[in-house]
């Protein structure tokens, strides 16, 4: 059946759930753009630079756990009980760093955001999954994406200004009653979708979320330990400080990896073919992409020594374009493959982070580092809601709760893992060459999106906007 068959996203029966949606998801854009733009502002003011990677991983850390229990909960009781809890977790996130005195502060204000941030993708993409036909489902991820055009076009300017006339802490206090609103609008509609009909799906464990988020901060930790620097600054010294963080990392890994298996589909941490390859490249891409963009706006202000407005400049940029980008797939999900959709997306993300390490040589015009990481942002709205359809089409009727926690969970850790891998590389040229830390995050985040580009291979066959007729991967197991 077509489109044209079909009530669409802005029907009476849906125009309610749709907005909400839509309302939800600009609020944390919004949070998300002001942060990035005002963070080099806020490191100065609560002398805080070797917490500057902290400020983007806490954030992503804590949505684990609000990942993990939100899914659970979207499965167990429908999509409404999370979503108001995961609102409050936010609001409170917001104040608690609006009114922070030190940077450790913020830092824990952020894990509460991220918590209640967290429950947001889960709700979102479960309720997609639940209530809407795969003809529809392509359309409304580019909807969600557009939510971002309004807080990509004036967010960065409005929040840097509000830096500098009230303060950055307003930066934050100010987003509360945005969230109030977009709260109120959503729940009904959510209420009325109520749990789900098929039978109870095993669930995720809240236990397993809160070790895979344990093991994650101490593998960040042994990495800004191992680059000479803690919490408080180096710790110990030399070789020392090596092997403690090595000891760190190793740690974590035990104590994060058995309980991340239980977390996503079986085969996920190797990417075989299908639904678990699908999940482990959206973690690969997030940590390609964010793991560089945290760092952008810190290269424009901190190694050329350019406005924070103009670093803005970079985020509203690669904002726009990348909701470009997902209204592209959209048009192209019917005749094109996802997986070639992801693999183009990659491939600009690459040649984006290219243009930004070259900005970083004081003979490249700033400019055309602004004009590259514009560029990376299409190139992640191209890859970026694929990834979400083939996750959708091949999740269980009755577990897309558990499915989109799923996704949600590795896109969060690629991020966190990738804006920690650049924290530390940034916390240990602190005092010296900030330059060659910046390079070394986008190093990183090159190198990962190569990994990606060959996990490819190994994502669905077929359009996004159908199953697929036939897989076209050798011996892929049942999901």
């Known amino acids: ?53 902290w400020v983007f991983s806490a954030f992503m850390l804590g949505s684990v756990v609000g990942i993990v229990a939100a899914g659970r909960e979207a499965d167990r009781r429908g999509p409404a009980a999370p979503f108001v809890a995961g609102v ?91 969230v109030a609103v977009a709260g109120s609008i ?26 895979t988020a344990a093991g ?60 678990p390859a699908t999940i482990a490249s959206r973690g690969l891409l997030t940590f390609a992409f964010f793991g560089a ?50 693999r183009i997306g990659l491939v600009i993300i690459l040649a984006g982070i290219a243009g930004m390490v070259l900005m970083l040589q004081p003979a490249v015009p700033v400019a055309e580092g602004l004009a590259a990481w514009t560029v990376a942002g299409l190139g992640m709205g191209l890859a970026y809601a694929p990834l979400s359809l083939m996750m959708l089409q091949k999740a269980p009727p009755g577990q897309e709760g558990r499915a989109s926690a799923s996704l949600n969970l590795t896109d969060v850790l690629g991020t966190a893992i990738g804006i920690g891998v650049g924290g530390a590389a940034v916390a240990a040229t602190a005092g010296s060459d900030l330059r060659l830390g910046i390079t070394a995050a986008f190093a990183a985040a090159a190198a990962v999106a190569l990994v990606a580009l060959a996990f490819t291979r190994r994502l669905p066959a077929g359009t996004c906007s159908a199953p697929p007729v036939a897989e076209q991967v050798p011996a892929r197991a049942p999901d």
């Open 186 to 211: 959503a729940v009904p509609a959510l209420i009325r979708l109520g749990p789900p009909a098929a039978s109870e799906a095993r669930q995720h464990r809240l236990t397993d979320g809160l070790r």
């Open 1 to 53: 059946m077509g489109e044209g068959q079909l009530p669409g996203l802005w029907a009476p029966q849906r125009r309610a759930l749709t907005t909400g949606l839509v309302l939800t998801i600009t609020f944390v854009a919004s949070e998300a753009l002001a942060v990035v733009t005002v963070m080099p502002v806020v490191a100065r003011d609560l002398g805080g630079l070797r917490l500057y990677g």
């Open 293 to 342: 963009d945290a760092y952008v706006t810190l290269a424009v202000t901190a190694v050329r020594h350019r406005s924070p407005v103009m670093a803005g400049l970079a985020v509203t940029g690669a904002t726009v374009a990348w909701t470009a980008g997902a209204w592209v797939q959209a048009r192209l999900s019917d005749v094109w493959e996802g997986r070639r959709l992801v």
């Open 88 to 178: 409050v977790l936010f609001g409170s996130g917001l104040a608690v760093a609006g009114l922070a005195p030190s940077m450790g502060v913020l830092v824990a204000g952020r894990v509460l955001q991220g918590l209640g941030a967290g429950a947001v993708p889960s709700v979102a993409y479960a309720t997609i999954g639940r209530s809407l036909p795969e003809a529809l489902r392509a359309r409304m991820m580019a909807v969600l994406s557009t939510a971002w055009v309004a807080p990509g076009l004036a967010g960065p300017a409005i929040s840097a200004e509000v830096a500098r006339l009230f303060g950055w802490r307003w930066v934050f206090l100010g987003l509360l009653p945005v």
């Open 216 to 275: 994650a901060t101490m593998i960040l930790a042994g990495l800004s330990l191992a680059a000479g620097s803690g919490a408080a600054g180096p710790v110990v010294a030399g070789s020392g400080a090596i092997v403690a963080g090595l000891a760190l990392i190793a740690v974590g890994g035990v104590a994060g990896l058995p309980a991340l298996r239980r977390l996503v589909p079986p085969g996920t941490l190797t990417g075989r073919p299908g639904l």
